[in-house]
């Protein structure tokens, strides 16, 4: 017994000493099938013992010990694992080729980008090439209808003007609700900067960017996706990822297009005749219910007959608006060796306004440089120079305004007196128009010039396995010059007596930023996965205007400033602000099913309270993926299924002045003797809106991904609102800025998409359909009259209507039946009520993308439903309320709409339009006669194009060219009476939206273009 167990021992001993020799060192190279770059950081394991593995080096390296029968496993998200026999090998070459399956599917995060498949948060995508060839001026107009819970809208149509983007609802009244936009890292300034009235537009600083250099756009929108970007983070960020080279043969391409465009809508207006028949029928119902004038018609008051043949009849549409031109070119070059890639464009845009006197213009330059100058060292660079010009006419909540001169325009006045010189409206019986628009879009001269330059310098070192730091240096440097001219004759030169007014105004912002983080990446054991990033990040930001205004000059001809007899106004000024922060994120997985995130920023402000400079953003997520449970493997329907539940805390700081919490001081003069005085209370404990975000979510694919749906439902509340309190006067001030209020806004999303067919005809498509409930929970005050039409309210949204109501028409005489609130038996401003809001009920978009042999087709529909619109232009324009002159001269306001045919007209009519009146009796500015639904389905973009075979191509030396023709804007269903739906006259205050008051409207083009490769 004692000699077999011996001997057993012995054999055991000699056996486990041949195997241990037989295990030998094996090294070898990973590089990627895509770039044939060293793949750093790839998991080479033993597949008989997963425990035993190691990680490639910087190179692509890798030594790990196995026997000649052991089977290396070779791992990287976004690649397909591959295995590979050690035999009698001992140096292994690998290539991993990307996944098909996960190819686009990575997105870039804030300070850093992750696979889809192993996201947390709410993060919509939209690639760079669903926008690039839009007739556009900026990227943000071409996000209409793209995303999920992202509202877009074009208050107005005038080339370059500014957009709104709301990313789930309205989170702030007097700080801003716009998402802060980051462009290759940097957070760049995207206010209006310019110091031009022109109504209620503004200028758009993303139309400085040219959309053709974007790669993709990352639209972060819960707490857990922008937690990152902590105290500008609480209105969702907008990240934008410009393109790169990559290794291989240089690539050129060269695009352009050309079009016309012309406006989506004319409004029917009365000719001279119609408008002079309707006066006669207001005269007549006028009498019938009792008025005496002396006169039974218009024509024995002016002298005009409605049947004279001869009648002035001046369309003004056609005086005023035009088919105008839009252009756009751009040739790129991309490429690199091994070490260093590049990507270099230039592009040219110009779009004609289709209004007179408007127009807009870019030249812009780019050159995205990376190295890899060390094994463990890469260094590059961004750089972009941007060129605008602007040419603005005066629109859009202004009196003055060339839109509602237009539409309110006197049929029987012309355009130019015999003499050549403008017709003067107030040598017209003293109708509406406050001006000729013509003269006022030809001769007043408004225009904004624009030189912008982006630009990144960074160092991204590999310490360790695993282990990166980055550093950055950028900077976004504005300067912005504005000249306006108002000429001598003018009326509103006359009507002011200064002979004429020019000014001019420059900006310079120069904002820096300077970044450094670590980026820690490691897999353990094949069940836990650890992605880490710290960094610390500092931003300053300085600002100065100069302006001038002068008044006197000689002639229209001559509109320097330099010709001026005097000048009336100059100042000069400046403002900054700072910003530090320092920041952390850990995404942790376990099995590659369970996935956890937790992000906090910590954010030092110099706009706010000394008490409160630092404020802390922190934000925690999980993710379970669901579908790659063992018991969702038996079946076939669900191939993926991830549940999502996020919740953090972000802020705002954006919207308010940059020395809100300060005490300040302005000059006074006594005597002309100079002196200071107090002009603001300071607050010490001043500081963020702060907003809370819930945010639970489902992904989901069918059929092996050929469906996929992503659905979400979020509650936002934000709290501490900037807003001004009220406070006695006896103190010297009547406001002081503090924390006060509270928004909620709650809602749900949904994208489904997918391949619908995939054989000769292809066809993809892609819905999305969004609600946002946003509620006033909080104020200081409750019911704050906002203006003539607004209130805020508690319960109740943002940008709700305050107006005069009205239950229809008296059948039997025609008049409006007002609702008199507080039954004192006059109708007037006491006597409004809250009547609906400018807030849709659902909006969101379907894209749709056909292809067969050579052709493709795209098919985009936009829509929003429910939302209210005051047509103020209407209740301004459409006033046939008159005063007496002498024996009683009647002044019309204005020409007006044919639908005012369909009005009441005999006893026992139904109708909702009143009976035509001389008097005030149907009238009311601020009423809801007025207040239109301004839902829509608009047909945004049709592009039919042919790709040539690249047999063809190749013939005449290019790599690709394709054709194409484009429809913008081609229909658009709607009920409103408008020109255009969508519309704001202010568009700078969301507690005043959807109002129009002349806004200048959106175009529809034509256009053919063509994409070239070499």
Known sequence: MKLTLLTVLLGWILLSGEIQAQDKSVTGTVISGEDNLPMPGVNVFLKSDPNKGTITDVDGNFSIEGNPEDILVFSFVGF???????????????VLEVDETTLGEILVVGYGTTNKRDLTGSVGSVKGEEIARLPMASLDNALQGRAAGVFVASPSGTPGAGITMQIRGNTSLSASSEPLYVIDGIPIISEDLSGLFSGGQSTNSLADINPGDIESIEILKDASATAIYGSRGANGVVLITTKRGKTGEAKIEINGLYGVQSITNEIEMHSSREYLELMNDAIRQDIRAGESYGYDNITDVWGMDPADPDLQNTHWYDAIF???????????????????????????????????????ERISGRVNLDTQVKSWLKVGTNLNLNRTIQDRTINDNSLYGVVINTIAGDPMMPVYEEDGSYADPFSYFGWWMLDNPVLIANEYYRFTRTVRSLGTVYGDATLSEGLTLRGSMSIDYTNLDDESYTPIISRESQNSDYNGQGTYGSTQDFTWLAESYLTYTRDFEQRHSLTAVVGLSYQESNRKFADITAQGYPNDQFTNLAVASRVTAGST????????????RVNYSYLYKYLFTFTGRADGSSRFGENFRFGFFPSGSFAWRMGDEEFMQSQDLISDLKLRVSYGITGNQDGIGDFASRGLFGVAAYRQTPGLVPTQLSNSNLSWETTAQFDFGVDMGFWGDRIMLSADYFIKTTDDLLLNRLIPGIAGFTTVTENIGKIENRGFELTLGGVVLDGPLGWNSSFNISQVRNKVLELEVDDQIVNDSHILSEGHPIGTFYLIDHEGVDPQTGNMKWVDVNDDGAINSADRRIVGNAQPDFFGGW???????????????????????????????ENLGWSRIGTGFPLPDGNNHKLVDERWMEPGDQAEIPRASLSSVNWREFSTRWLEDGSFLRLKTVTLGYNFSPEMVEKIGLSKFRVYIQGQNLLTFTGYTGLDPEVNQDSRNPQAAGADFGTYPQTKSFSIGFNIGL
Request: net charge neutral; glycine share 12%; proline share 1%.
């Open 573 to 584: 000024n400046g403002t900054n602000w700072g910003l530090a922060s320092y920041f952390a």
């Open 80 to 94: 397909l694992s591959q295995e590979v026999l050690i035999g009698n090998n001992t140096s292994i070459k690998v």
């Open 322 to 360: 035009r088919n105008a031109p839009i252009q756009s070119y751009d040739i790129s070059a991309s490429g690199g060796t091994e070490n260093t890639q590049y990507y270099t464009s230039l592009a040219y845009f110009n779009q004609e306004g289709v209004q007179l006197g408007t127009g807009f």
């Open 847 to 877: 894209n749709n993308n056909l292809s067969y042999k050579g052709f493709d087709l795209g098919l985009f529909f936009q829509f929003v439903v429910g939302n209210k619109i005051f047509n103020h232009s209407r209740a301004s324009y």
